[in-house]
């Protein structure tokens, strides 16, 4: 039997997310910058002498049994005809719930580790394929680099299927927060139709001036995230949250995804660091690059 296979899944922010209106087979695209950073699940897969079994242990949290990395285990056997059963230590760090992406990036390295496991290779489009049936993030994921000490960055749109990567900066600090709040993306999308239907639309940046001001010094950025008015309405620790990494100084803050991480942007590691110790008084915190 095979040794096991060791694979890392980053989390990623949203840099701005403009959520369009609904379309008519009820998703929704999407405008956003996602950038990867260090934080990560790791992954230990290896072989069982049982086929078509695909076990999750995952010691943090109760998983249900229909879950990312099960969907992407039917999906890759569905596509190569390999029914090899497998076994899957997840250890996750990611929170769930956080609009972090970490359900998506697991699925993605998780098929990275398939195909290692199973000898074979698929290609980019064999790769898509089964992301369309797990989750939309999953093709960023998919694209994404999960070395430590590089980030991975892209222009998305579409459901999350149309990726164009771009050099992510170097530059940047981030101090994320987790506020014990859980937002379902399925919740997080309702409130904003809702917001549709009363007229309350986030002026977000056009899709073609982001990239543009990304590059620009991060105070002066004004990138907005569709979801943020709706959950901090109905989650006020999401608001509390910002407003206290602002007053830590964070040369920008926003939610991340749907959320309900919130994080904030620093240009120095020492602002960074010292943001960290204050807010660490009050909330749950890292820093990550």
């Not at 064999?126 to 989750?135: P, T, Y």
Request: charged share 20%; glycine share 8%.
């Amino acid at each position: 039997m095979s040794e096991d296979i060791f694979v890392q899944a980053p989390a990623k922010v949203n840099i701005g997310l403009n959520v369009l209106k609904q379309r008519g087979d009820g998703f929704h695209n999407i405008e956003s910058i996602f950038q990867t950073v260090n934080l990560f699940d790791d992954l230990k897969v290896g072989g069982l002498p049982d086929d078509n079994k695909c076990l999750v242990d995952c010691p943090q949290m109760s998983l249900p049994e229909s879950n990312t990395l099960t969907k992407t285990y039917e999906a890759f056997c569905s596509l190569t005809g390999i029914r090899r059963g497998v076994r899957v230590l997840l250890d996750k760090r990611i929170p769930s719930g956080g609009g972090l992406g970490g359900g998506s990036s697991d699925a993605a390295s998780f098929l990275k580790a398939l195909e290692m496991l199973n000898g074979v290779n698929l290609t980019a489009a064999q790769e898509n394929s089964i992301a369309a049936q797990v989750g939309s993030d999953v093709f960023f994921f998919l694209g994404s680099n999960a070395k430590k000490n590089e980030s991975s960055c892209a222009l998305v749109s579409g459901r999350g299927e149309v990726v164009e990567p771009f050099t992510a900066r170097s530059d940047l600090y981030f101090v994320l927060i987790f506020p014990e709040v859980h937002s379902s993306t399925k919740e997080a999308y309702a409130l904003v139709d809702q917001a549709y239907n009363s007229g309350c639309v986030v002026p977000c940046s056009s899709f073609n001036e982001l990239k543009g001001m990304y590059a620009q010094p991060v105070k002066k950025w004004t990138f907005a995230n569709s979801f943020t008015p709706a959950l901090v309405n109905k989650y006020p620790a999401i608001g509390n949250a910002l407003r206290d990494i602002k007053e830590c100084g964070a040369d920008w803050a926003e939610m991340s995804g749907s959320g309900a991480t919130v994080f904030g942007v620093f240009s120095t590691e020492v602002a960074a660091r010292e943001a960290v110790a204050e807010c660490q008084k009050k909330w749950k915190c890292v820093i990550a690059h």
